[in-house]
């Protein structure tokens, strides 16, 4: 059963530092991957999608990478500034179906 | 830009009411979701349908039912609200399969039941 981890829980960098959040699964065989971003009390703006046979993907000062032999994916944010603040999540499809496996999301604090 | 819309973001109901959470996508999607997410349960998803009239169950459609009588609005029903479903409720769309194509989500609407 494919589980999607992203540690840590909650992180918090002070402004114009480049961070990288991550994001685990547990089966490689996945279709692709998306990031997103929740500010409180939002819905979810989709950051990034990077398809199984994508190695990373770019957006502005985001970067997200995939690396399913070690089924991994990170995303990098260049020089953070606080409006970077919010909860970042992952999800994996990992099947013709059209369900997501999403991880809990790492809660990202960006201090002026 | 795609536009996802609820149309409400804040709803108080009491136990045993028949709730609408009502959703429109403006960019002629085939796919849409509905997903409720609650602290420490992340986001679960409740129902989806590919097509106008075509609807799946997803993880935890206990208790809901859904409608799609148009290709542009995806309504999600309580049949009969209970102080469980009190939830922050999210609808999403997209073009192709979830993941095929980014899935655009609205903003939300909290419903909280008494």
């Known amino acids: 059963k494919q589980e999607v981890t992203q540690i840590p829980a909650a992180l918090s960098v002070p402004e114009g530092e480049n961070l990288v959040l991550n994001c685990s699964f547990t089966?490689?065989?996945?279709?692709?991957l998306q990031w997103f971003r929740q500010d409180p009390g939002k819905g979810l703006t989709s950051l990034l999608l990077i398809q199984s046979s994508q190695r990373e993907q770019t957006s502005g000062r985001l970067n997200a990478s995939l690396d399913k032999s070690s089924g991994r994916s990170t995303l990098y944010i260049a020089a953070s500034q606080p409006g970077d603040s919010a909860t970042y999540l992952c999800?994996?499809?990992?099947?013709?179906?059209?369900?997501?496996?999403w991880g809990a999301g790492t809660k990202l604090i960006i201090k002026p | 830009d795609v536009k996802v819309t609820q149309s409400s973001r804040y709803l108080v109901k009491r136990t045993g009411e028949k709730v609408f959470l009502e959703c429109v996508q403006d960019m002629d999607h085939e796919n849409m979701f509905w997903y409720r997410q609650d602290p420490g349960l992340g986001l679960r998803l409740i129902y989806f349908?590919?097509?106008?009239?075509?609807?799946e169950k997803g993880d935890i459609p206990e208790g809901y039912s859904v409608s799609r009588e148009k290709k542009e609005r995806f309504s999600l029903i309580l049949e009969s609200a209970s102080t469980n479903q009190t939830s922050m409720y999210l609808c999403a769309s997209s073009s192709q399969g979830a993941g095929a194509s980014p899935l655009h989500f609205g903003n939300g609407t909290r419903l909280t039941v008494t």
């Open positions: 999800a994996v499809k990992i099947d013709s179906n059209y369900q997501l496996i």
């Open positions: 349908s590919y097509d106008v009239k075509m609807k």
């Open positions: 089966d490689s065989a996945i279709y692709n």
